[in-house]
């Protein structure tokens, strides 16, 4: 509640009046000062809770063999990369300090629609996807570029469904949330552009560690994407460009072979 003077009274003294503050919560609606300390706070979160989510499942698989099974099924697969990716989001919205889903969806860049920018995020998706595709035909380069890919080939019926949800849903909502949505825009608070995008490539690399040690092209596609969707993230106001940009390079791997 903001005081203000009253002089409707000719000849009186000023008294204060009660005015109504415009956000009654004292919640930053319009932007929020997020700083890189706020970034690193909410990647030292993260990486804990997938320790211990890793850790946690391998005690599971050593003393039940039926755990171990239902991790291999696609059910497992899914229920897996939705409670860790799900994890991720919960950390990066606590950190954002976003306190409603409005609030949350405002600051994250949720609640504007896709920009021109998306067009350009989904474009350089597919090219670069080409282009390692090609490198892999041609160069006879070994290995994938995901994991998920592989499994997603290699398994028939409706099972693929719970392989093929992570790829097209929860990794383009849910990594971009967490990641482009906050802990880039928090090294924006503090660094320049390309010092933020390279923390965000390092990062990416500890995420996807499995594809960057298998495979020379899946370092070249997966750090060149994540260039373009910060950059897309640095123009857009929208995240919704950067989630379309994600998608479009995850359902490209879809429509080429899989080469070992």
Request: a positive charge; one cysteine or more; proline letters at 3%.
């Amino acid at each position: 509640m903001t005081l203000v003077d009253d002089f409707s009274r000719p000849g009186s003294a000023s008294k204060k009046l009660p005015v109504p503050d415009e956000n009654p919560n004292n919640e930053k609606r319009l932007d929020y000062h997020w700083s890189a300390r706020d970034a690193w706070k909410c990647l030292g979160m993260m990486l804990f809770f997938e320790i211990a989510f890793i850790l946690a499942s391998l005690e599971l698989e050593k003393k039940s063999a039926a755990f171990n099974a239902w991790r291999g099924t696609g059910f497992g697969y899914f229920f897996n990369s939705l409670l860790i990716q799900s994890g991720f989001v919960v950390i990066a919205a606590y950190f954002a300090r976003t306190k409603t889903l409005p609030s949350f969806l405002k600051a994250f860049g949720l609640d504007a629609k896709p920009g021109k920018y998306a067009a350009f995020g989904i474009v350089s998706a597919v090219i670069i996807r080409t282009v390692g595709h090609l490198v892999l035909v041609y160069n006879g380069t070994h290995g994938v570029s995901m994991d998920a890919v592989y499994i997603f080939s290699q398994t028939h019926g409706l099972r693929k469904i719970f392989f093929l949800v992570p790829l097209v849903l929860i990794g383009p909502f849910f990594e971009e949330a967490a990641n482009r949505g906050f802990v880039f825009k928090a090294f924006r608070g503090s660094y320049s552009l390309w010092t933020s995008i390279a923390l965000l490539v390092v990062w990416t690399a500890v995420l996807h560690r499995s594809q960057y040690t298998s495979s020379l092209v899946a370092v070249f596609e997966i750090s060149l994407i994540t260039i373009v969707q910060c950059y897309v993230r640095e123009k857009s106001v929208s995240l919704w460009d950067c989630i379309l940009c994600h998608l479009a390079f995850n359902v490209s791997l879809l429509f080429v072979p899989v080469i070992l």
